[in-house]
């Protein structure tokens, strides 16, 4: 037996000199849930994450940026009241998210603030489009909120503008508007591929924003899938994006690695809120090792090709990987 594969697994020295990926804070974006109230509130099915009021919003943010995570993403639960069929709240420069951005912003200069740029949290049909009276989800109609949306953010100050609502031309859409405004440092973080999965489903209870009608179907991806990926990518790299994103991420290693291969722009991939959660289950049942097995999970998404990853678990990776 001349190879024996082993010896290059034979010491942590020879381990960390043939180790293809690595795991770094810096890689890490940490998403979070604000809301109107003046407390904190858990959310049931993700242990450990809360709806943050303005003031658990910077005691989050400060504590993140303790161990390295300099980047987050801010996902509004819009009160029940404000939600219309046009989700003008989304657009509103004195809404949640605008404040949050000013007051992140304003503390802390230097972070990166990406904001999602999608009708759901704001929409009364809970969808990330306009419902037609027939239950169709208007594209060309919705492009224009989501364009007004970006351009609130921007002026609150977003660092990185992520459209997760997958209707075709908004990235473009959302290029210009932004560029007509002079916004034209502001990036574009696209959701590619971001797919009708099962796996959104404790997001959808911490906003409190599953559809009241139907599914995401006609305009998230189809999970048996991975070549429309590539065409999603290519669509997106034309229209200007400036990073590209799959979601979720563990499920859909494969396509991360299509991606990956099929563009030169950083890709993004999204751990969601159910792979969260199956992992914080199993934890809290003693049937997995958390630390163990959420950096496992992130380092696979890496090592897949991601070159940023939106995790719940950023802070606690960050604080895991300071202490390796
Ligand atoms: C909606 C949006 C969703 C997520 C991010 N943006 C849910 C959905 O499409 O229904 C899910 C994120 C997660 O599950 O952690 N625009």
Request: aromatic content about 6%.
């Amino acid at each position: 037996m001349r190879s024996r594969p082993r010896r290059n697994r034979k010491n942590p020295f020879v381990r960390g000199v043939t180790a293809e990926a690595q795991l770094g804070a810096e890689r890490l974006i940490l998403p979070l849930f604000v809301h109107e109230a003046g407390e904190d509130q858990a959310i049931d099915s993700m242990p450990g994450r809360f709806r943050h009021s303005a003031d658990g919003l910077l005691r989050e943010v400060d504590s993140a940026l303790e161990v390295g995570i300099s980047s987050v993403v801010l996902f509004p639960a819009i009160d029940d009241g404000l939600k219309t069929p046009l989700a003008e709240a989304a657009s509103d420069p004195e809404g949640l998210i605008p404040r949050s951005i000013r007051s992140l912003r304003s503390r802390w200069p230097e972070i990166t603030i990406v904001t999602d740029v999608a009708l759901d949290p704001y929409s009364s049909d809970g969808h990330d489009g306009i419902v037609a009276s027939d239950g169709r989800i208007l594209n060309d109609e919705t492009i224009e909120v989501l364009c007004r949306q970006a351009l609130c953010q921007a002026e609150a100050g977003a660092d990185v503008i992520a459209p997760s609502d997958m209707m075709d031309g908004r990235v473009g859409a959302i290029r210009d508007a932004l560029d007509g405004a002079g916004y034209t440092e502001i990036s574009i973080l696209s959701y590619t591929a971001k797919y009708a999965s099962s796996f959104y489903g404790p997001f959808r209870d911490a906003l409190d924003s599953a559809p009241k009608a139907g599914d995401k179907k006609t305009y998230q991806m189809d999970p048996r899938n991975s070549r429309e990926a590539v065409r999603e990518a290519r669509a997106d790299e034309a229209e200007g994006a400036d990073m590209l994103m799959v979601k979720p991420a563990g499920p859909y290693l494969d396509v991360i690695r299509a991606v990956r291969e099929a563009t030169s722009l950083p890709v993004a991939a999204y751990q969601v809120s159910g792979e969260y959660a199956m992992i914080k289950a199993a934890a809290e049942n003693g049937w997995l090792d958390e630390r163990g097995a959420v950096l496992e999970s992130l380092l696979a998404i890496r090592r897949a090709g991601a070159d940023a990853i939106l995790t719940y678990y950023a802070r606690d990776a960050a604080f895991w990987l300071a202490e390796a």
